[in-house]
């Protein structure tokens, strides 16, 4: 289990798809906190600690890259994976803003679920680095 106990935010309106990603992520451990909109995220992310967040984009009222642009200054620690259908060339524009990971939806969540394991191994690697 690649999550135990981390506690991640997933941006997503399960209306929009077939994949029932928080019951994918609470198999690996994770404590999911689900929101289905830009709007609720940013009041989660600002009362609420997060190790990983997951925007399965496009999300209503504000879209995924609005809210990476508002993340390097407010979270900079937080490792944010866009998990879309879009376009390669958003893949550019999402690193430059500082997204952890641009994985494309499937319907086999192995590569998303290896993307979370990374952000978790990494984040563990740079605190004991601080301590």
């Given at each position: 289990m690649?999550?135990?106990?981390?506690?991640?935010?997933?941006?997503?309106?399960?209306?929009?798809?077939q994949?029932?990603l928080d019951a994918?992520l609470?198999q690996e451990g994770?404590?999911?906190?689900q929101?289905?909109?830009?709007?609720?995220a940013?009041c989660e992310m600002?009362?609420?600690?997060?190790d990983?967040?997951?925007?399965?984009?496009?999300?209503?009222d504000l879209?995924?890259l609005?809210?990476?642009?508002?993340?390097p200054?407010?979270w900079?620690e937080?490792p944010?994976i866009l998990?879309?259908?879009?376009a390669?060339d958003?893949y550019?524009?999402?690193?430059?803003?500082g997204?952890f990971?641009?994985?494309?939806?499937s319907?086999d969540p192995?590569?998303l679920?290896g993307?979370?394991s990374?952000?978790?191994i990494?984040r563990?690697?740079?605190?004991?680095?601080?301590?």
């Amino acid at each position: 289990m690649i999550g135990y106990g981390k506690r991640l935010l997933l941006i997503h309106d399960p209306e929009t798809t077939q994949l029932p990603l928080d019951a994918i992520l609470e198999q690996e451990g994770f404590v999911v906190v689900q929101v289905p909109d830009g709007v609720q995220a940013l009041c989660e992310m600002q009362f609420h600690h997060f190790d990983a967040i997951i925007i399965d984009s496009p999300i209503p009222d504000l879209h995924g890259l609005d809210l990476l642009k508002q993340s390097p200054t407010t979270w900079p620690e937080r490792p944010i994976i866009l998990f879309t259908e879009v376009a390669w060339d958003t893949y550019d524009v999402a690193q430059a803003l500082g997204a952890f990971a641009w994985v494309r939806k499937s319907s086999d969540p192995s590569i998303l679920l290896g993307m979370l394991s990374l952000a978790m191994i990494q984040r563990v690697e740079r605190e004991s680095v601080r301590a």
